[in-house]
């Protein structure tokens, strides 16, 4: 879809058209909306911005980020006339300069809501104790053109000089979240836009306070990257330095962050002056007294049951000595790349949650249902089900899914039976000012063709392409790297961008080099396994997102294929649909611990070997040149994760190489695999 401005005339007859075939009866559109969504488009087009009121809401608390996400999304309906200011990681002000539109950043972010106020019909007030019913309020808000409010807020803004009279109070009326989600199916669904799903957590975690000093102690850590538990076994570790205070917290986090192998621990037991005070395994009944934080940690079944935390993730424990304690041991089964640490004073919790706004003005803008249930929970599952099936395939799913990685996996999978695709966005801020901006970049030239030789062709390719918000925040920070451009560099992204964020492509290709290229992330126009997709709606698909493809010059996909989270090969049909319908001369595939090339039926297809570091890139590099004849090309592909790794990564490491490593671009490496392999040019 092109992000342009739309004439009144033809606003009025393509706006918000919400039909979704036989699954749905066409939605009435917003009062005042300028929204356009003609059939074939993916995502709405919003209109072009011209002047923006900006609202630093950064350190707002989490029901102020609710109310102004949803004023935002009914304001920006009829234009986008609010921007939000939600985050820093890439730069306040980067994208907001990027855009061809004036604005004011307002002292007061309360004086944009006198602004906008008759644009407002009342409040929809959630319930504190029932988190879920945040996104039932969200949902609500968008149809009765409403804000999403707290309890307290509430007060504050039924008073003087706002008045806004109460719309709907859910308090009281749910009892948990499948019953919040339950009622709002059966008396909200009918009424929202059935061309796309909203999948949002409820609240998140509060950001620790500003300069909260650090008091933890290191009192073991693993110092080289271990990723095969090999270093798995019971270690005794001292606390005695400790008992001079009541409680002891001691927290697992991960010795190197970027690259995803964090503490692992199967049983721990705390012993005060040799008697057992804690005795527990990770996931059991028995844990839960002791455990504090549990952060962004999770519980496996495998190795016998463990708790683990990767990257910038941890879980931490409280122990209480008995008083008088000299001796405080404590005895961990753990492995991989551990780092323990202990302190007395008490730390921030994660467990503090507030409302958050990214994406609820999307939400509330399109009038799209929101909701957040869990597909590994069977009465949860019970409900996504039922609400995909009401939606025909071809449908996006923006947002995510509770649980990380299980979530991941199984959500996905999930979706995908139902023909509906993922765009992970429930991190991306004002995308109804990005829907309204337009392209106007032009589609790369081809890179140089490389000459076929007996060497080893290497070509990186970064992950998280499925993911908008990467585009908007982690992208923009790699992209901006300075020895970016020095080695040649395939970038996974969205071809959706086209339709959800147009200034963010022009950026991108605005100021690529030779040696970038953009190809499209997982698994084409959207995320979704295609041996989960029904395989009679496959092609359609295909067929009706080519374009895309087309339009942004990603000719080349990556594909995961996954079942009950095991990476598969595509079968012989769906490898035919790609190469049929998408017409490309190679595809990308999983994310595995090795990288082979396979020719199916003519079409080339490349295991992707998913790297975390710089030690893991010169390691794959090393093993593949040991088992290589130098007799005929090698073909590596490594994925390079995005969190962990930099182009100066990259680049360091491929300055280092000897000559018989080449790196190439994702068209030169599969041009060259065809000719290896005496396949026709593409």
């Given at each position: 879809?092109?992000?342009?401005?739309?004439?009144?005339?033809?606003?009025?007859?393509?706006?918000?058209?919400?039909?979704?075939?036989?699954?749905?009866?066409?939605?009435?559109?917003?009062?005042?909306?300028?929204?356009?969504?003609?059939?074939?488009?993916?995502?709405?087009?919003?209109?072009?911005?011209?002047?923006?009121?900006?609202?630093?809401?950064?350190?707002?608390?989490?029901?102020?980020?609710?109310?102004?996400?949803?004023?935002?999304?009914?304001?920006?309906?009829?234009?986008?006339?609010?921007?939000?200011?939600?985050?820093?990681?890439?730069?306040?002000?980067?994208?907001?300069?990027?855009?061809?539109a004036d604005y004011k950043v307002r002292d007061?972010?309360?004086?944009?809501?006198?602004?906008?106020?008759?644009?407002?019909?009342?409040?929809?007030?959630?319930?504190?104790?029932?988190?879920?019913?945040?996104?039932?309020?969200?949902?609500?808000?968008?149809?009765?053109?409403?804000?999403a409010v707290s309890p307290e807020l509430a007060?504050?803004?039924?008073?003087?000089?706002?008045?806004?009279?109460?719309?709907?109070?859910?308090?009281?009326?749910?009892?948990?979240?499948?019953?919040?989600?339950?009622?709002?199916?059966?008396?909200?669904?009918?009424?929202?836009?059935?061309?796309?799903?909203?999948?949002?957590?409820?609240?998140?975690?509060?950001?620790?306070?500003?300069?909260?000093?650090?008091?933890?102690?290191?009192?073991?850590?693993?110092?080289?990257?271990?990723?095969?538990?090999?270093?798995?076994?019971?270690?005794?570790?001292?606390?005695?330095?400790?008992?001079?205070?009541?409680?002891?917290?001691?927290?697992?986090?991960?010795?190197?962050?970027?690259?995803?192998?964090?503490?692992?621990?199967?049983?721990?037991?705390?012993?005060?002056?040799?008697?057992?005070?804690?005795?527990?395994?990770?996931?059991?009944?028995?844990?839960?007294?002791?455990?504090?934080?549990?952060?962004?940690?999770?519980?496996?079944?495998?190795?016998?049951?463990?708790?683990?935390?990767?990257?910038?993730?941890?879980?931490?424990?409280?122990?209480?000595?008995?008083?008088?304690?000299?001796?405080?041991?404590?005895?961990?089964?753990?492995?991989?790349?551990?780092?323990?640490?202990?302190?007395?004073?008490?730390?921030?919790?994660?467990?503090?949650?507030?409302?958050?706004?990214?994406?609820?003005?999307?939400?509330?803008?399109?009038?799209?249902?929101?909701?957040?249930?869990?597909?590994?929970?069977?009465?949860?599952?019970?409900?996504?089900?039922?609400?995909?099936?009401?939606?025909?395939?071809?449908?996006?799913?923006?947002?995510?899914?509770?649980?990380?990685?299980?979530?991941?996996?199984?959500?996905?999978?999930?979706?995908?039976?139902?023909?509906?695709?993922?765009?992970?966005?429930?991190?991306?801020?004002?995308?109804?000012?990005?829907?309204?901006?337009?392209?106007?970049?032009?589609?790369?030239?081809?890179?140089?063709?490389?000459?076929?030789?007996?060497?080893?062709?290497?070509?990186?390719?970064?992950?998280?392409?499925?993911?908008?918000?990467?585009?908007?925040?982690?992208?923009?920070?790699?992209?901006?790297?300075?020895?970016?451009?020095?080695?040649?560099?395939?970038?996974?992204?969205?071809?959706?961008?086209?339709?959800?964020?147009?200034?963010?492509?022009?950026?991108?290709?605005?100021?690529?080099?030779?040696?970038?290229?953009?190809?499209?992330?997982?698994?084409?126009?959207?995320?979704?396994?295609?041996?989960?997709?029904?395989?009679?709606?496959?092609?359609?698909?295909?067929?009706?997102?080519?374009?895309?493809?087309?339009?942004?010059?990603?000719?080349?996909?990556?594909?995961?294929?996954?079942?009950?989270?095991?990476?598969?090969?595509?079968?012989?049909?769906?490898?035919?649909?790609?190469?049929?319908?998408?017409?490309?001369?190679?595809?990308?595939?999983?994310?595995?611990?090795?990288?082979?090339?396979?020719?199916?039926?003519?079409?080339?297809?490349?295991?992707?070997?998913?790297?975390?570091?710089?030690?893991?890139?010169?390691?794959?590099?090393?093993?593949?040149?040991?088992?290589?004849?130098?007799?005929?090309?090698?073909?590596?592909?490594?994925?390079?994760?995005?969190?962990?790794?930099?182009?100066?990564?990259?680049?360091?490491?491929?300055?280092?190489?000897?000559?018989?490593?080449?790196?190439?671009?994702?068209?030169?490496?599969?041009?060259?695999?065809?000719?290896?392999?005496?396949?026709?040019?593409?």
């Amino acid at each position: 879809m092109i992000r342009k401005l739309t004439a009144i005339s033809l606003a009025v007859v393509s706006t918000l058209s919400f039909s979704a075939g036989s699954y749905a009866q066409p939605q009435p559109a917003a009062q005042g909306s300028t929204i356009s969504w003609p059939d074939k488009q993916q995502l709405p087009t919003f209109k072009q911005p011209k002047q923006l009121e900006v609202a630093d809401i950064y350190d707002a608390p989490g029901d102020v980020k609710l109310l102004f996400s949803t004023l935002e999304g009914i304001v920006n309906r009829k234009e986008p006339r609010i921007y939000l200011l939600e985050n820093k990681e890439e730069g306040k002000f980067k994208w907001l300069n990027d855009l061809d539109a004036d604005y004011k950043v307002r002292d007061d972010y309360f004086d944009i809501l006198k602004q906008f106020k008759k644009e407002v019909k009342g409040l929809i007030i959630y319930d504190p104790n029932v988190p879920d019913s945040v996104n039932v309020a969200t949902t609500l808000a968008g149809l009765r053109d409403s804000v999403a409010v707290s309890p307290e807020l509430a007060k504050k803004l039924q008073a003087a000089p706002y008045s806004f009279k109460v719309i709907e109070d859910l308090q009281g009326k749910f009892k948990d979240r499948v019953d919040a989600y339950t009622w709002q199916y059966e008396n909200l669904w009918k009424e929202t836009t059935h061309r796309m799903l909203v999948g949002l957590s409820p609240e998140v975690s509060a950001r620790p306070p500003a300069n909260q000093p650090d008091t933890y102690k290191v009192v073991a850590q693993e110092e080289t990257e271990e990723r095969d538990a090999k270093n798995r076994k019971v270690y005794d570790l001292d606390l005695s330095q400790f008992v001079a205070k009541p409680d002891v917290f001691v927290k697992f986090g991960d010795a190197f962050t970027k690259d995803g192998w964090g503490s692992a621990v199967h049983e721990i037991t705390v012993k005060a002056d040799g008697e057992t005070i804690a005795h527990f395994l990770p996931g059991t009944a028995d844990e839960k007294p002791y455990l504090y934080d549990p952060q962004g940690s999770q519980v496996s079944t495998g190795s016998g049951g463990h708790r683990f935390a990767d990257g910038g993730n941890y879980f931490t424990y409280k122990f209480t000595p008995p008083a008088g304690t000299t001796q405080l041991t404590m005895s961990v089964e753990m492995w991989n790349q551990y780092k323990v640490s202990a302190t007395n004073d008490q730390p921030f919790s994660s467990q503090t949650k507030e409302p958050y706004g990214y994406l609820r003005d999307y939400a509330v803008a399109n009038k799209a249902m929101v909701f957040w249930l869990d597909s590994n929970d069977p009465a949860e599952k019970e409900l996504f089900e039922k609400i995909l099936s009401d939606v025909k395939p071809g449908t996006p799913y923006l947002g995510w899914f509770s649980n990380d990685f299980q979530g991941e996996f199984s959500g996905v999978e999930i979706a995908s039976n139902h023909g509906v695709y993922v765009l992970a966005a429930d991190w991306f801020s004002n995308l109804t000012v990005f829907s309204g901006t337009k392209p106007s970049f032009s589609k790369p030239k081809a890179p140089k063709p490389v000459k076929l030789d007996n060497k080893i062709y290497v070509t990186y390719t970064f992950s998280e392409g499925d993911n908008l918000q990467y585009n908007q925040h982690r992208l923009r920070i790699l992209w901006d790297d300075p020895k970016r451009g020095q080695v040649p560099i395939n970038w996974t992204s969205s071809p959706l961008l086209y339709d959800a964020a147009p200034a963010m492509l022009n950026y991108f290709y605005g100021t690529a080099t030779a040696n970038d290229q953009i190809i499209a992330g997982p698994s084409g126009a959207g995320y979704f396994y295609p041996a989960a997709w029904p395989e009679k709606a496959l092609a359609d698909f295909l067929k009706s997102t080519k374009e895309y493809l087309t339009k942004t010059g990603m000719n080349i996909p990556y594909v995961l294929n996954r079942l009950n989270g095991e990476n598969l090969p595509l079968s012989k049909a769906n490898n035919a649909a790609y190469r049929d319908l998408y017409d490309v001369p190679g595809l990308f595939i999983g994310w595995d611990n090795f990288t082979k090339v396979d020719i199916v039926d003519g079409l080339p297809t490349s295991n992707i070997q998913g790297v975390g570091s710089a030690n893991d890139v010169k390691k794959a590099l090393a093993d593949a040149k040991a088992k290589w004849d130098g007799k005929s090309p090698l073909f590596v592909s490594l994925g390079i994760l995005a969190w962990g790794m930099t182009p100066t990564d990259l680049a360091n490491i491929s300055a280092e190489l000897d000559p018989s490593y080449q790196v190439v671009l994702a068209d030169q490496y599969f041009s060259l695999i065809r000719e290896a392999n005496k396949l026709p040019k593409k």
